[in-house]
């Protein structure tokens, strides 16, 4: 059970959740979802790894977990709530149901980038969301010549480039007006942010595609990895990603239906009927 230091009420939830969890004979141990260190130590030892927060706080529990395929079930205490399961009301009636089995794991892409200067690797990140490269903190474009799979794509003159999974389509990509792609979906979505006299359009890849960024500029650009890490990069860096060889797994309860429910939830639009 991890909770969110900057989010008070969660630590009390989640001290409630592991007493009625030993009521039934279950080992709950609690964390902080920023103490990576503590959650690595422990993640091979867990059968299931639930957050306390929001988006943010699942994001940081899929990295940690996915590499010894622990599944997560985020409990909604955050802003937004696209990856939570259920609010923290809803645990003492859900608890049953999981040690019962009732539920079905939902399986989702990641990404694998890693970041070079010259011939030096200079990092290596997995992302549940997306990978971006972007202009840094002066409003101007950068340019980033862009490959598939070793093949020239184009040269993009804009504010960033946005490499997505179906995940990630309900985040940036999104703001920036890009499709949403139902979760299941294996696909990377490039999309440029604020394209200047160039390509313009969401571009669809394959799970297998390799997309390579190349950065020209004057200036900074920065390298960001689900929103919540940034590196900078200088003129002639270029970042590759891929599809990660590991997945994030979701535990649902509700139906398979649950996604388009959400979405409309999320943005407030409502469905006909």
Not at 82 to 110: K, N, V
Request: net charge negative; glycine share 8%.
């Amino acid at each position: 059970l991890i909770h969110h230091p900057k989010l008070p009420a969660t630590q009390p939830v989640a001290e409630s959740m592991a007493r009625q969890l030993e009521e039934v004979g279950v080992t709950a141990w609690i964390g902080s979802t920023w103490d990576v260190e503590a959650v690595t130590a422990e993640i091979a030892s867990l059968d299931l790894l639930v957050t306390l927060g929001g988006d943010g706080s699942i994001l940081r529990a899929a990295r940690m977990a996915c590499g010894d395929d622990v599944p997560v079930l985020g409990v909604k205490m955050g802003r937004l709530g696209f990856l939570a399961e259920l609010e923290p009301e809803e645990w003492a009636s859900a608890l049953p149901r999981l040690l019962a089995g009732e539920y079905w794991l939902e399986e989702r892409l990641m990404l694998y980038a890693e970041y070079h200067r010259g011939e030096t690797c200079w990092g290596q990140y997995v992302a549940l969301n997306d990978v971006v490269v972007s202009r840094g903190s002066l409003a101007r474009m950068v340019r980033l010549e862009t490959r598939i799979d070793g093949s020239d794509l184009t040269t993009y003159a804009a504010d960033g480039l946005i490499v997505s999974t179906a995940t990630g389509s309900t985040a940036y990509a999104l703001a920036v007006g890009g499709p949403v792609l139902p979760p299941q979906l294996k696909n990377i979505l490039l999309l440029p942010i604020a394209a200047h006299l160039s390509m313009d359009r969401a571009i669809v890849l394959s799970q297998g595609a390799i997309v390579k960024v190349q950065v020209q500029t004057d200036h900074q650009a920065i390298l960001t990895v689900d929103g919540q890490f940034e590196y900078e990069l200088l003129d002639g860096d270029w970042v590759t990603v891929q599809a990660s060889r590991h997945t994030s797994r979701f535990v649902r309860l509700q139906d398979k239906a649950y996604f388009y429910r959400t979405l409309m939830d999320r943005l407030r639009w409502s469905l006909p009927g």
